[in-house]
């Protein structure tokens, strides 16, 4: 049996191993963080007149790691309060401890006898059966582990997290063979479904899979920047989002990581390969001069980019000044950004023979497939790992072999064959078998291709595709802003798949729609996507266009029926569970508060930010944010409803967004009730699980209630604070009628203090301001801006 991971330690406080930690944190396990012991004081120590024998002094590293925990942004903790459970030591005084924990995992300097030494001490002091990892970059984890005891071998292997930990999914689990296959087994299932990272099995070799591939990639890059003469900027414009790559696409990449960091990693491979291949890891000079002269990017300041006042400077790797940033702007470049989806947009830029761009692209990609190709069975068993590795290491859209697929097989060797590009022979043998794609969907089912067949892409059995679902069973019901499927069990599927998941009317018909085949046939339903966000919110647009043509009474309906939908779901007899993940404003935060149970992705950035457009949130949203703060206090005590008016008023007014689930639940958008699921992948199938256990549960919707309110006490209170806000000149006149609005409504208008309300009527409530913001000329004029420049407006 392989001891289950309840308490962790990691070893160096370092980037790596403080991230680690706080991702550790983040899901609930408590983590002791070590450090060298420093061997002077600095001078506040001095000052305080402590000595290297100080407690203080002897866990400085580890603490200082702490301290940063909290400033960094992104932030690495998913709540602050997350931090009590990492506590900090030296390898001195504390070493001893390792004997406590389950799990034990190293991120020291990136040098092998460093290591070395770490794990010699290590293997005296741990208890048999506890697991130890390291998180090397690439260092050979078999020569780690040589002259270890028996045991620690057993329980010995790489455990590659990207950085930053708590946001990068790809973690490449790297076992040597001595490591026991349960606990690589038990590794895996941890990593997915405890850390909710994105595993892939990876081999011994340098680098593993994404850095050595990323690495080449990126220095082919460089290569065919200097032959042709391409600027740094001018790579940066055509290898991003117009090949479904990040916005950062190459040099930007770079800066954010390091220079140092990267020659690092470089080095790695060079020093461990030979031939040809070891020529392609040579770091070209100019970069070298780059690192002499410390321009590592953003952490000093400068890199292959510079920012002077408000502009972007671009690196001439000739002269080595910096130069106005420039892009390529070609035929080829043009066509693409028109052409639909990512195959299209590929193939006009690869194939653009003579166009700049084109050739740039097919330069850098054939040589990086190429080389992909000849690693399959080194560095990973199949060709699905390396796609995987690719795309959840470096955000890429797709993996090479994706790829591949996207701009046609047969095509691309043609092309690289009338090159004199070398093809490795597993290639040609397939496409001789008739093998075309390297990947095929039979049945919702997702193939790879291997020599001698096809072999089912192996994914762990939480993982739903609502693409695959559609593709084997079809839609229940359709329309152009949502759809409901079949996601078996007897649970239905609700998927907003309008443009942004913005909510319009095609949408709220569908929820009704979705309602009543769900409580004829189904057990329950789950509303859930896998777009970018879950919802961002209303149909912006289209509610400006009625505004501005006046259409007061379209827009009346609208929003009453967006809440009727809401309510109706909120009260139906089975079970609904909304599922967001990533941005959730506005409407989808509303769609999420009317749910029997939210099951949220561990990423998920929620929040009632109508205000930013000069409106307060119409579907229902205050109302239900502040009953589900009085519903999650405890049972018998006096309730004070102008303070919990007072709070929502603070959530909605200042339109916080959560900056992750747990801290969601901190701003009463998820109770005790409502789930997190660390892996996004898994989002679906969790909530398909919450649907099933309270139907099986025997499940009743909530009771319809008077909901007592603050009335005209609670509307004074939270209007002084608007009002003393504006008097100060932080809001504005627009502003603080908008906080009037708000207050009146969470206030639940004119009563006396307790008053019980019905639902109905705070909707009424809510409705009309909504209705009398939105014929606002300041209203519109944020909606408007919002829409052009995707940024509030202050007015
Ligand atoms: P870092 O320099 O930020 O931290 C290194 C840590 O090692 C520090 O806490 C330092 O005090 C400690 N240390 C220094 N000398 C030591 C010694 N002699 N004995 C024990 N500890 C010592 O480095 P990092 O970026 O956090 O890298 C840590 C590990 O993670 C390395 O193996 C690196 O290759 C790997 N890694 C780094 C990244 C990245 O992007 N930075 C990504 C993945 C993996």
């Known amino acids: 049996m392989v001891k289950r991971i309840r308490r962790a330690a990691v070893l160096g406080s370092g980037v790596m191993g403080s991230g680690i930690a706080a991702h550790?944190?983040?899901?609930?396990?408590?983590?002791?963080?070590?450090?060298?012991?420093?061997?002077?004081?600095?001078?506040?120590?001095?000052?305080?007149?402590?000595?290297?024998?100080?407690?203080?002094?002897r866990n400085r590293l580890a603490n200082q790691a702490l301290e940063r925990l909290l400033k960094q942004k992104p932030a690495p903790l998913m709540s602050k309060d997350n931090i009590a459970l990492i506590e900090t030591g030296n390898f001195e005084d504390d070493f001893h401890r390792l004997a406590e924990v389950d799990w034990i995992i190293e991120a020291v300097v990136e040098k092998l006898e460093v290591k070395k030494e770490v794990f010699a001490r290590v293997d005296e002091v741990r208890t048999p059966g506890t697991i130890v990892s390291s998180n090397t970059s690439g260092i050979s984890i078999a020569a780690m582990a040589e002259g270890r005891s028996d045991d620690f071998k057993k329980h010995f292997l790489g455990t590659h997290f990207f950085n930053p930990p708590r946001y990068l999914k790809l973690l490449e689990i790297i076992p040597t063979e001595h490591t026991d296959p349960d606990v690589v087994a038990y590794m895996k299932s941890f990593g997915e479904d405890v850390l909710g990272k994105g595993v892939v099995m990876a081999k011994d070799t340098p680098n593993f899979i994404a850095n050595r591939i990323g690495t080449y990639g990126l220095l082919v890059t460089v290569r065919e920047m200097m032959q042709g003469g391409y600027s740094v900027g001018e790579v940066d414009s055509v290898t991003g989002p117009l090949i479904g790559r990040p916005k950062s696409a190459t040099f930007r990449t770079l800066d954010v990581v390091g220079l140092d960091t990267f020659v690092h990693v470089a080095n790695n491979v060079y020093e461990n390969v030979e031939g040809e291949e070891k020529e392609a890891f040579r770091v070209p000079e100019f970069m070298k001069t780059m690192l002499e002269n410390g321009w590592l990017g953003s952490k000093s300041g400068q890199g292959f980019f510079v920012k002077q006042g408000k502009d972007i400077l671009e690196l001439n790797y000739v002269t080595m000044q910096y130069e106005p940033r420039k892009k390529l702007v070609t035929p080829a470049v043009e066509m693409a950004k028109q052409a639909k989806g990512a195959a299209a947009k590929l193939q006009t830029l690869v194939y653009a023979d003579g166009d700049r761009a084109g050739t740039l692209l097919w330069n850098i990609i054939a040589p990086t497939l190429l080389y992909t190709a000849r690693l399959v069975g080194e560095i990973a068993d199949d060709i699905a790992a390396i796609d995987q590795a690719m795309k959840w290491g470096f955000g890429w859209e797709q993996g090479p072999f994706e790829l591949w697929d996207a701009i046609g097989l047969e095509k691309s060797v043609r092309k690289m064959q009338s090159e004199g590009r070398d093809i490795p022979s597993w290639i040609t043998d397939m496409l001789a078998d008739g093998a075309t794609s390297f990947y095929k969907t039979e049945n919702g089912r997702l193939f790879y291709y291997a020599p001698g067949g096809y072999k089912t892409v192996e994914e762990n059995e939480k993982v739903i595709h609502i693409r695959r679902l559609k593709e084997a069973r079809g839609v229940i019901k359709k329309n152009a802003g949502a759809s409901l499927i079949d996601l078996g069990d007897d649970v239905a599927l609700l998927e907003f798949h309008s443009p942004n998941n913005a909510i319009?009317?095609?949408?709220?018909?569908?929820?009704?729609?979705?309602?009543?085949e769900v409580n004829r046939n189904y057990k329950g339903l789950v509303i859930g996507n896998q777009g970018k966000n879950f919802c961002v919110g209303a149909n912006l647009a289209m509610m400006l266009m009625e505004a501005q043509d006046e259409n007061f009474f379209e827009l009346e309906l609208a929003v009453r029926q967006f809440q009727q939908a809401l309510l109706k779901m909120k009260y139906n007899p089975k079970p609904v569970v909304v599922a967001p993940f990533a941005m959730t404003l506005g409407g989808g935060a509303e769609v999420s508060l009317a749910a029997s149970r939210i099951q949220a992705a561990a990423e998920t950035y929620i929040g009632l930010v109508e205000v930013g457009v000069g409106l307060i949130?119409?579907?229902g949203g205050n109302k239900e944010l502040y009953i589900k703060r009085l519903n999650s206090l405890p049972r018998g005590v006096d309730v004070d409803y102008v303070k919990i008016a007072a709070s929502v008023f603070e959530t909605i007014a200042m339109a916080k967004v959560s900056t992750s689930a747990a801290e969601a639940r901190e701003l009463g958008f998820l109770n005790h009730r409502d789930g997190i699921t660390m892996n996004g992948d898994h989002l679906l199938y969790e909530a398909k699980q919450a649907v099933l256990s309270m139907y099986e549960e025997g499940y009743r919707p909530p009771v319809r209630k008077k909901v007592p309110v603050a009335g005209e006490s609670g509307y004074a209170a939270m209007l002084l604070g608007a009002q003393s806000m504006f008097h100060s000149g932080y809001i504005s006149e627009h502003d603080l009628k908008i906080a009037k609005k708000l207050a009146y409504v969470l206030a639940g208008g004119k009563v006396p203090y307790g008053t019980e309300v019905d639902e109905q009527y705070l909707l009424d409530l809510e409705r009309e301001a909504?209705?009398?913001?939105?014929?606002?000329?300041?209203t519109q004029a944020r909606m408007q801006h919002m829409l052009v420049k995707g940024k509030p407006l202050r007015n």
Do not use: C, Y
């Open 24 to 57: 550790l944190a983040n899901v609930g396990i408590p983590t002791l963080l070590l450090d060298i012991v420093p061997r002077e004081l600095t001078k506040e120590e001095e000052a305080k007149g402590w000595t290297l024998e100080h407690k203080q002094v």
């Open 504 to 516: 319009g009317a095609d949408i709220v018909q569908m929820i009704n729609e979705a309602l009543e």
């Open 770 to 778: 909504f209705l009398s913001l939105i014929g606002e000329p300041k």
């Open 617 to 619: 949130p119409g579907g």
